[in-house]
């Protein structure tokens, strides 16, 4: 088990590495560093808000999930 910062700092280096990688696509793609610049920093966003929306949908979806049992002492 880790703890809650470590999973958000492994949360926020993997937006950094995903967003550099759609930078520099859309740089080689384009040859335009801003509109890379842009791009990257809108994907960064959205996929963000759409990482948490997806996430608290499956908040409610209880398909799959394993509810703890309680034992008596």
Not at 23 to 41: N, P, R
């Amino acid at each position: 088990m880790e703890t809650h910062l470590r999973s958000v700092v492994k949360g926020m280096s993997w937006r950094l590495v995903a967003t550099m990688v759609t930078t520099i696509v859309v740089y080689i793609y384009s040859g335009e560093l801003a509109a890379a610049a842009i791009v990257g920093s809108i994907d960064a966003v959205a996929k963000i808000g759409l990482y948490w929306g997806h996430e608290r949908i499956w908040q409610g979806i209880h398909w799959g999930r394993i509810i703890p049992t309680v034992s008596s002492p």
